[in-house]
Every structure is written in C-alpha cells, then in structure tokens.
C-alpha cells in the first residue's frame, strides 16, 4: 500500500503513539480498494478522460455515493489525484494499472487475490508444516483460470525484465539450442530468439502453462515436469528463471545435475532469481524481499537464496566459476550464469 507518511504520522507510528499495524490491517483493504478500481475499470476510464465522481458513476454504472468513497480511498493511497472535484491518474497509476500501456500489472491483481485468499489466509498451517497442503503448480494444473492469470502476471513482468536478461546472456559461439526450464508464457526464450537468430528454444513446462505460451516457428513445447521427465540432450544454453525459489535443495541439486549432462560441454546455465543478502536500496525492499520469501513458502515450499547459496548448487553439480550478475540492478531480478568446462 503506498501509504507515504507525514513526519508526525512517521514518528506516531514509529513511537507506537498509535497502533503501527493499522496499516498492515488496512493493507488487506487498500488492495481490495485496488482491485475493485481496476475491475469497475476505474483506472482505465480516468486515462482516457478526468471527471467527476458523478460523472465517472455515470459512464461506468456505478452508485454515486459509493464511487465518491472509492475515489477518495484511492486518491489517498496515491493512485488517484483530486482537483475541483475531477480525478485524474497520478503517474504511479498511469504507469502500472492501465490496460494495454506496456508496464501494466494490472493482470496481477486477480493472480494476487487468488494466490491471497487460497495461500496467506492459511499461512500458519504453512509455517507449522513448512509449506502448503497443495502446492501452486499442482493447483493452477487442475484450475485453467488460476493458471492463465498467473501466467498473465508472471508474463507481465517478464515483458519488463527479459530484454535485460537476454542481453545478460553469453550464448556461446555458433549456439543453436536453448532450453527454458518451467518457461510457460516464453517470453525469455523469444527475448534470446530475437537476437540469436540461429537459436531454437524447448519450452519445457507442465500443460496447463504451456497454453499460454504463443505459437512460434523456433519454439517447441515440451510438457512434462522438470523433476522426472527427460531433458533430451545437446543443448547450449539453459534457462531456469524464477524456478529454483519453489525447489527445496535436493529437488534443485538433482535438477541441475540434469541440466548439466542436457548440456553441451561449454554450455551455459542461468539462474534469474531473486537472491537475498544483496545490495538492496533499503528497509522496504529487504522487507518486501522477506514477504516474497514467505509467500514461496506459503504458495510453494519454497525458498529466497543467497547467492552463495546458489553458487555451491552449481558447483555441485559441475559447473565452473557461478557470476553473478544485476542487468536490472533489482533485487527483483537477478542472475547467476555459470559455464560447464569444455572437457570433461
Ligand atoms: C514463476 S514461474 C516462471 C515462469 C518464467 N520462467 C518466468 O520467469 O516468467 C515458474 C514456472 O515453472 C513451472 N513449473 C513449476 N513446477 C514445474 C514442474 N514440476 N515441471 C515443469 N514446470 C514447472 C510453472 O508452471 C511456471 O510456469
């Protein structure tokens, strides 16, 4: 919730003058506020056109009272600015909540509330069992709708981080075949596709995310689970980008020992992650980190590393010298690349 307190409010808070978790117990609505404005198509019809809240109740159908209340809420969680009565966006919704702008996240809001109401509501069970009842990925295989909304969100970042990722890459010499481990909707394989032109991509990832994924002439589909299907083998470039957080430490050892016999000798591994005990610009983004590392466990059994962590994985399955690497410089996206020797 980007609720920017005062330095009176920051010291009341802080001081415990008033409740501080009133903000954690507002959260919860201050997203619902969110998603219902994304839903009604509040955001999208204040980017075409600034009006009243009589007017925008009007062309959207909605009660007057109630969408005066709305707007305020949303004006005061920073989404929304108030002049003479007229709402217009502010930059922060103009960026990311309108739909078809190229950094829209709006198609996370529905893979979030889904993902909150199914996994945090039960968070204790979690922590007492060390993860969930029925993992995510078992989930959106028996749910279509759970898997195209993730898929969608997954998606939407990915628009914003694969050009980076791709650039990061060092695909080795005369390099003709990619494999993208659990890569769904695609979109870093075709980011790689579209400066090698010689590359061809396996998608390897269950059915039900695989739909997502567009038809292209140098993609192929390979449903199956990574954990027991065979890779095939000849590859020289391999990508697993946001699958180690939902492996325990064996399931991933086992997986990148695989990864390493798919490989050709000189081949390349890449790990896009997030990492923990990086550099990060501050106390909101550790914590930020901290809850994305709860929700893996909650959503997945899952787990944020260190890069150290990461390093020793590779290491163990036999590759050299693990970089690593911040095309980003997030902490939200970043690479470890590691090169299998060329003799073995
Ligand atoms: C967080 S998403 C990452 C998708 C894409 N690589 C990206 O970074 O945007 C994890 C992907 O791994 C896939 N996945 C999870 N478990 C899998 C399994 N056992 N076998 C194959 N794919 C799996 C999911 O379906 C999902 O597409």
Redesign the pocket.
Known sequence: MPLFPNPVEAAAFRLSVVPPMLADYFGVLGFHSLLAGARLGVFDSLAARPATAADLSDNLGLDHHATAVLLRALTGLGYLRERRNRYRLTRCARTWLVRGEPACLVEGLEFWTRAAAAYWTTLEQAVRDGGPAV???TA??HDPEL?RS??SW??A??RR??PATAAAVPVPRGATRLL?????????SLALLDRHPRLHATV???P???A?AAPHPRVTPLP??????PLGTGYDVV?????L???DDDQAGELLARVAAALNPGGVAVI?DQFRGGPTPGRASRTLLSLLDLNYLAA?GGRVRTFAEVRALLVNAGFNRPRHRRPLRSPAAELAIATLPTAR
Do not use: C, I, R, W
Request: net charge negative; aromatic share 8%.
């Open positions: 993992p995510l990925y959106t295989e898997s993730f898929q997954t998606a970042l990915a981080q694969a993208d481990v659990g890569g769904g909707h695609a979109l870093y390897l990832d269950l039900q995310a695989l997502s199956g689970s990574f954990l027991d299907a990508l697993l980008v946001n699958v957080h939902g492996l896009g997945l």
